[in-house]
């Protein structure tokens, strides 16, 4: 059975850097896409990056290309979000999720999820 757990998750001011971490377990996730997304409240879960985790291309919404970067360690069977510049329109709970085939940017489209870690960025 897939397992995800996110960390890292915090208050941090404007401006300031966040690593999240979310490890892997239940399976070999060569032929996996793993993703970040993330639910601002009264808001709609979004996508935010995604790795192909066997050749390592990776992806980012809009909104948080140049400032966030998603990464695994294989080793580990561990995806990481490195988060920079953070702003206040980034506080959301982050979910890590893991689909078996091709990265997506859809929600509905993961089959498996964390329980999320909270992000807060003050003014």
């Known amino acids: 059975q897939v397992q995800l757990v996110e960390s890292g998750g915090g208050l941090v001011q404007a401006g300031g850097s966040l690593r999240l971490s979310c490890a892997a377990s239940?399976?070999?996730?060569?032929?996996?896409?793993m993703g970040w997304f993330r639910q601002a409240p009264g808001k709609e879960r979004e996508f935010v990056a995604a790795?192909?985790?066997?050749?390592?291309?990776?992806y980012y919404a809009n909104s948080v290309k140049g400032r966030f970067t998603i990464s695994r360690d294989n080793a580990k069977n561990t995806v990481y979000l490195q988060m920079n510049s953070l702003k206040p329109e980034d506080t959301a709970v982050y979910y890590c999720?893991?689909?078996?085939?091709?990265?997506?940017?859809?929600?509905?489209?993961?089959?498996?999820w964390g329980r999320g870690t909270q992000v807060t960025v003050s003014s």
């Open positions: 239940g399976r070999t996730f060569s032929s996996y896409a």
């Open positions: 999720a893991a689909r078996h085939g091709i990265v997506v940017k859809t929600t509905y489209d993961y089959e498996h």
């Open positions: 790795i192909n985790w066997s050749s390592g291309t990776t």
